[in-house]
Nanobody, 124 residues
Framework: QVQLAESGGGSVQAGGSLRLSCAASEYPARDGCMGWFRQAPGKGREWVAGIDSDGHANYGDSVKGRFTISQDNDNILYLQMDNLQPEDTAIYYC???????????????????WGEGTQVTVSS
């Protein structure tokens, strides 16, 4: 059982920055990846970014060039969010996929462990 705990959410004005953190009880050892997703009110869950065990990162089109996913040696996953816009307002979730990497890193169904989420609100 992987436990995930997000932190770092909050309220900022458009153009501002936030850094989310996710403490994980374990990381994918070889296959699999860690990811960030978000869900805005009335919308489905959207993949934001994923990173595999080799450190290869990929991003959703809506955040590419503004968000950066990274991880450290202490099983902490980060999401640096710059130039935030009102449309980035959502609950952000950290998730672990211990089964399969590659294209599966962007598919919610492959993620079997989820955090409780942290709210990000961006005002115009």
């Amino acid at each position: 059982q992987v436990q995930l705990a997000e932190s770092g959410g909050g309220s900022v004005q458009a153009g501002g920055s936030l850094r989310l953190s996710c403490a994980a009880s374990e990381y994918p050892a070889r296959d699999g990846c860690m990811g960030w997703f978000r869900q805005a009110p009335g919308k489905g869950r959207e993949w934001v970014a994923g990173i595999d065990s080799d450190g290869h990162a990929n991003y959703g089109d809506s955040v590419k060039g503004r968000f950066t996913i990274s991880q450290d040696n202490d099983n902490i996953l980060y999401l640096q969010m710059d130039n935030l816009q009102p449309e980035d307002t959502a609950i952000y979730y950290c998730a672990a996929n211990l089964l399969r990497g590659g294209e599966a890193c962007s598919v919610p169904a492959w993620y079997t462990f989820w955090g409780e989420g942290t709210q990000v609100t961006v005002s115009s």
